[in-house]
């Protein structure tokens, strides 16, 4: 099983580890509710270097990644700018989901994105045959860690470990922009709902840093917080929201979807559009005891079926939560068996929290 660089400041501060993915990763590290609320309401840090680096050069790298993405960089305009898309197969199914950054101010050549753990070897293989006979210099950065501080206190618990010299440039890093700073890449981005910053560094550095963060405040969190807080939030997780079996236009990514370009999965995409798809990816609000969990079957009052693809209590609701797969006209309500006892299910457009506020709306 592989590790992080930061597998020791996990023991000692005695996280719970589970298998994820073929990594040992930190569950959690005391309660679950306390490492979600920190969250919300101050900051926590995470360990996310399980996920994979690629820097990418080159005189075609932008014409690649437009080619690779369904949302377009040309769009990308700032320096260090970041964009979500999904890359897709030919049929218009989700390989992945991704975040790629526009070159920094300070590394005019240099395309940075980031892909999922669990699909590393297919997404490398597709990433190689793609851009084969193009003039690309792609490596994956196995030498750098990576650290998420979320939270409304992340920049205050970031400017306080970090050189003055930087001081400023960190502050002027907009949401979605990310910059160098010496040997840390810093950006604006995360997980959570919340505002943030992702650090990029190397190995020998992560666990220093995470030190200092954590002796400023920044609470130790692990994968089941991380998972509440991007469900609140609203955020699909590959592999259970979405897979090669779905489209963006299935799973609440039309917005990520750039039409005026083309890219692999294109005409089928366009085709699926023109025809209209027949489901969507919705949430669902359940206000009565109970769980809502992944798997679970719903139907609605004409008796149409649905399927939950991520469901869990959401603690800074108080109640549980959803998103779901549901047949389009969408209805305004479904229902769920929960041993035996059915249960009326809302069925909202997420997100359902978004900094710390209640927002999800009805269709």
């Not at 205050?156 to 930087?166: D, T, Y």
């Not at 920044?218 to 998972?227: E, I, K, M, S, T």
């Not at 963006?248 to 370009?261: C, Y």
């Amino acid at each position: 099983m592989q590790q992080t660089a930061l597998h020791e400041f996990h023991r000692r501060h005695h996280a719970r580890m589970v298998d994820f993915a073929g990594w040992d990763m930190p569950v959690s590290y005391q309660s679950v509710l306390e490492e979600h609320h920190a969250v919300r309401k101050e900051v926590g840090l995470f360990d996310v270097s399980h996920m994979t680096i690629l820097e990418i050069r080159g005189a075609q790298a932008r014409d690649g990644l437009r080619k690779l993405l369904a949302n377009d960089v040309a769009r990308l305009n700032k320096p260090g700018q970041a964009m979500y898309s999904a890359m897709l197969n030919e049929q218009a199914g989700i390989l992945d989901d991704v975040i790629v950054y526009a070159p920094d101010q300070h590394q005019s050549d240099l395309w940075r994105m980031i892909v999922n753990c669990a699909t590393h070897d297919k997404d490398m293989e597709w990433i190689r045959t793609q851009w084969q006979e193009l003039s690309i210099d792609w490596v994956e950065r196995t030498d750098l860690s990576m650290l998420a501080l979320q939270g409304p206190k992340a920049r205050s618990c970031l400017e306080a470990v970090i050189v003055p010299e930087f001081l400023d440039g960190l502050r002027q890093l907009s949401p979605f922009q990310g910059d160098s700073f010496a040997d840390l890449f810093v950006a604006r981005t995360g997980y959570t709902g919340e505002d943030g910053f992702e650090i990029i560094l190397p190995h020998a550095r992560a666990s220093e840093w995470a030190e200092k963060l954590c002796g400023q405040g920044a609470v130790p969190c692990g994968l089941a917080a991380r998972d509440t807080l991007r469900l609140e939030a609203g955020m699909n997780l590959y592999g259970q929201d979405m897979t090669e079996k779905d489209t963006p236009l299935t799973s609440n990514m039309t917005w990520t979807v750039a039409w005026d370009h083309e890219f692999i999965g294109r005409e089928a995409l366009l085709a699926q559009k023109l025809a209209g798809p027949d489901q969507a990816l919705v949430g669902l609000v359940m206000k009565d005891k109970g769980v809502l969990r992944s798997g679970m079957q719903v139907q609605d009052a004409q008796g149409r079926h649905g399927v939950i693809t991520s469901g869990t209590f959401a603690p800074t609701l108080g109640h549980a939560i959803a998103l779901a797969r549901l047949p389009l006209p969408l209805p305004k309500q479904v229902q769920v068996d929960l041993r035996g006892r059915r249960v009326e299910l809302a069925v909202v457009k997420p997100p359902f929290v978004r900094h710390g506020q209640v927002c999800f709306k009805d269709f």
